[in-house]
């Protein structure tokens, strides 16, 4: 198990000061009390910290194991007045460069990024990013986003359950492996690195670095897309960081929504 994670380190080692972070020893989901809160009026930057998650939500309905003090589970409310709902996906695509960034100068382990949001080491996944939005009545914008992010630190005492166990992964071998403060130091370079990336949306800064890290560009895959499944090549992600495939020498976009790949 890894030390309860130490708030007043977390906030002496971030450059941006806006950020208030509450944490809680377990909870259901972070994504759902940042939702609450931000129903009821949290401001911007107030991060929901837990040890452990009963009910870890992640897409497409799925849930996220989280257990006790071996990871870091955390959910950002935003207030992004002036994103077009069609950037939403941005959201998550900018945290997950700003998390492959903050694993690698933090941690010194280069990860990878399988579009559109886990971050991969050794061939397994180490993190999951789900972003809840609630939209204004009339469709103009975003009332508020929840940016949840999962990042396994080291493996639980009792192991990742069987169905996780060639599908997960965690950064470091063991929590003995775990040097004091990394946790600290790692949410506080993830929220630096995001606050970048989020303020200038506009000129989408970290869509290179996205790109970069990308693990299925050039790669066979597979498409799901509804009750259809097809093999295609991966050719890139583009600015809308729609995945682009090649299939039978026919060039398409595939939307984050609309389609699971497996490799
Ligand atoms: C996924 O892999 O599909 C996304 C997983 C997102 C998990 C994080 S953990 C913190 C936050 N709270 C949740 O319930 N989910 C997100």
Redesign the pocket.
Same mark, same amino acid.
């Given at each position: 198990m890894l030390k309860t994670l130490n708030t007043s380190a977390v906030t002496a080692a971030l450059h941006h000061k806006d950020f208030r972070i509450i944490t809680a020893a377990e909870t259901? &989901?972070? $994504?759902?009390d940042a939702k609450a809160l931000a129903a009821a009026g949290a401001p911007q930057y107030t991060v929901i910290q837990?040890e452990y998650?009963t +009910?870890? +939500?992640? *897409?497409?309905g *799925?849930s =996220?194991y &989280?257990p006790r003090s071996t990871?870091l589970? =955390? &959910?950002i409310i935003l207030r992004p007045d002036a994103l077009p709902i069609e950037d939403t996906l941005f959201i998550t695509t900018a945290a997950a460069a700003a998390v492959a960034e903050g694993v690698e100068s933090v941690c010194g382990k280069a990860c990878g990024i399988k579009w559109v $949001?886990?971050l991969f080491l050794g061939g397994r +996944?180490i993190?999951? #990013?789900?972003t809840e939005a609630a939209f204004r009545p009339d469709l103009s914008g975003l009332n508020y986003a929840v940016l949840? #992010?999962?990042i396994n630190i080291a493996p639980p005492s009792e192991g990742f359950p069987k169905e996780l166990e060639t599908i997960a992964n965690t950064i470091y071998d063991c929590p003995e492996e775990v040097p004091d403060g990394l946790r600290e130091r790692l949410l506080a370079a993830i929220l630096d690195g995001f606050h970048a990336y989020y303020t200038q949306f506009p000129q989408k800064a970290f869509l290179e670095s996205y790109r970069s890290r990308s693990i299925l560009t050039g790669k066979e895959v597979t498409v799901h897309r509804g009750d259809q499944q097809y093999p295609a090549r991966v050719v890139g992600i583009d600015d809308r960081c729609r995945l682009l495939v090649e299939q039978d020498g026919r060039k398409t976009t595939l939307d984050s929504g609309e389609v699971s790949i497996r490799f």
């Amino acid at each position: 198990m890894l030390k309860t994670l130490n708030t007043s380190a977390v906030t002496a080692a971030l450059h941006h000061k806006d950020f208030r972070i509450i944490t809680a020893a377990e909870t259901g &989901s972070t $994504n759902d009390d940042a939702k609450a809160l931000a129903a009821a009026g949290a401001p911007q930057y107030t991060v929901i910290q837990a040890e452990y998650q009963t +009910k870890g +939500k992640g *897409r497409l309905g *799925r849930s =996220f194991y &989280s257990p006790r003090s071996t990871g870091l589970y =955390f &959910s950002i409310i935003l207030r992004p007045d002036a994103l077009p709902i069609e950037d939403t996906l941005f959201i998550t695509t900018a945290a997950a460069a700003a998390v492959a960034e903050g694993v690698e100068s933090v941690c010194g382990k280069a990860c990878g990024i399988k579009w559109v $949001n886990d971050l991969f080491l050794g061939g397994r +996944k180490i993190c999951g #990013i789900l972003t809840e939005a609630a939209f204004r009545p009339d469709l103009s914008g975003l009332n508020y986003a929840v940016l949840g #992010i999962g990042i396994n630190i080291a493996p639980p005492s009792e192991g990742f359950p069987k169905e996780l166990e060639t599908i997960a992964n965690t950064i470091y071998d063991c929590p003995e492996e775990v040097p004091d403060g990394l946790r600290e130091r790692l949410l506080a370079a993830i929220l630096d690195g995001f606050h970048a990336y989020y303020t200038q949306f506009p000129q989408k800064a970290f869509l290179e670095s996205y790109r970069s890290r990308s693990i299925l560009t050039g790669k066979e895959v597979t498409v799901h897309r509804g009750d259809q499944q097809y093999p295609a090549r991966v050719v890139g992600i583009d600015d809308r960081c729609r995945l682009l495939v090649e299939q039978d020498g026919r060039k398409t976009t595939l939307d984050s929504g609309e389609v699971s790949i497996r490799f």
